[in-house]
């Protein structure tokens, strides 16, 4: 299968898109994720046109088996016929599963309970996310022509990394990536290296914002984080004594201190860490805190990009290379001291930031914007939201998409 068929089909994403029109209009790209993304706009927009759907509304949680007068309109929103002779207001095994698989396609818990999040994801107007859906069309323009055969993809808003070889996948994981007040840049950069057992030199921010106040705190922080601290940023600094150092005189604005935390099972980016180059100092990393890989939204880290399953990462990156070198991996994964490692070949990384897109079964995926960047580019391409759609519709026949779930607090602050 050619690899831009391929990739479309995998990705949602037309490869060859350069030079295509406004949002909205046909790029001239044929490939059947990005024609179906098209059609899913043009049904949208006609059912926009046409009133919207039914609002489901407010009211307690519903669970399979009990009665609620919302559940025909539940149903009308989901296309799923009611059977003959049933209770009309009866939330049915039937209606359970329609509402499980969007919740599955959607980023939501996938229990089946219609609850707030999941009532706010039906409520949203067909309009909306006909602009959902344009806005995404648009972002496609903005990939190469080609992005390699062997290439990594993380989305941002799903929350996962994709690693595509050839005509195949390798693998899909789970990905954690960064806070809504310290988000996760888009990018394009190639990966060319790998760091084994990795301290980590802690971003001077995050210092001040995160680390200090617990050495403010607690003076033997460090010791029990395993903190190093270094006099300045420059290579050759004189390591520090951090209990010769009043940490509690020492205000945000004023710590200079390079602080760098030692390789061990304490340390945030765990025992691989991914690197390329890019202007905003973020990187692909193992994690110790793999609770996080469990929720259905996946924002929790510092802006870089935490993995579930860094070693199958780390062997595609290394697939062609000499086995001495996965030799050489395999001891350094073994031994605590830290190893930096050159790609003998490049590979291209895509971080990107899609809301809405195709899967390979075809199905319209959409995700919450976490970030508030559909917002910013329907401002820049004069996208306005729509008006209010009329709360009388019917939308009968109409079987459409949820919004994901929202923020958890992070509780994980000295994370990156």
Not at 234 to 244: S, V
Request: proline letters at 9%; aromatic letters at 8%; glycine letters at 8%.
């Amino acid at each position: 299968m050619d690899i831009r068929l391929f990739a479309a089909l995998c990705f949602g994403v037309a490869l060859g898109v350069a030079g295509a029109g406004t949002a909205g209009e046909s790029s001239g790209d044929t490939s059947p994720a990005f024609l179906r993304l098209e059609a899913a706009l043009a049904d949208l927009d006609r059912i926009a046109a046409a009133g919207g759907w039914p609002r489901i509304g407010s009211g307690p949680s519903l669970r399979a088996g009990e009665r609620d007068a919302r559940v025909p309109d539940l149903r009308r929103r989901l296309a799923e016929p009611q059977a003959v002779g049933a209770d009309s207001s009866c939330y049915d095994a039937a209606l359970v599963q329609a509402v499980r698989s969007f919740q599955v396609r959607h980023g939501l818990q996938p229990d089946g309970i219609v609850g707030p999040l999941t009532v706010a994801a039906l409520d949203v107007p067909a309009a909306e996310r006909a602009r959902q859906v344009a806005l995404n069309l648009e972002r496609l323009r903005w990939l190469p022509p080609s992005r390699g055969s062997r290439h990594v993809l993380v989305n941002v808003p799903a929350g996962t990394l994709t690693m595509v070889a050839g005509d195949s996948i390798f693998g899909v994981m789970r990905a954690v990536v960064g806070r809504p007040d310290r988000p996760t840049p888009t990018l394009e950069s190639r990966i060319t290296q790998l760091e084994l057992n990795p301290a980590w030199n802690i971003p001077q921010r995050l210092a001040r914002l995160d680390v200090l106040p617990h050495l403010r705190k607690d003076p033997e922080y460090w010791r029990a984080n395993r903190i190093r601290v270094f006099d300045t940023w420059q290579p050759g600094a004189r390591e520090l004594d951090p209990a010769d150092i009043d940490w509690a005189a020492i205000k945000p604005a004023e710590l200079a201190y390079k602080l760098q935390q030692e390789p061990g099972p304490l340390n945030p980016l765990g025992r691989v860490k991914f690197l390329f180059d890019n202007p905003y100092a973020v990187f692909i990393h193992d994690t110790p805190s793999r609770d996080r890989f469990n929720t259905p939204a996946r924002f929790y880290s510092s802006g870089c990009v935490r993995i579930e399953d860094p070693e199958t990462l780390a062997d595609f990156l290394l697939q062609g290379a000499d086995q001495r070198l996965h030799a050489r991996v395999a001891a350094a994964l073994a031994d605590p001291d830290s190893l930096r490692i050159n790609l003998p070949r490049p590979v291209p990384v895509y971080l990107v930031y899609w809301t809405a897109w195709v899967d390979p079964d075809g199905v319209v995926q959409f995700r919450d914007d976490v970030y508030g960047h559909d917002a910013e580019l329907a401002a820049a391409l004069f996208m306005p939201p729509p008006a209010p759609e009329s709360p009388l519709a019917d939308g009968t026949g109409v079987e459409m998409d949820e919004v994901g779930s929202g923020i958890v607090a992070d509780t994980a602050a000295l994370l990156p």
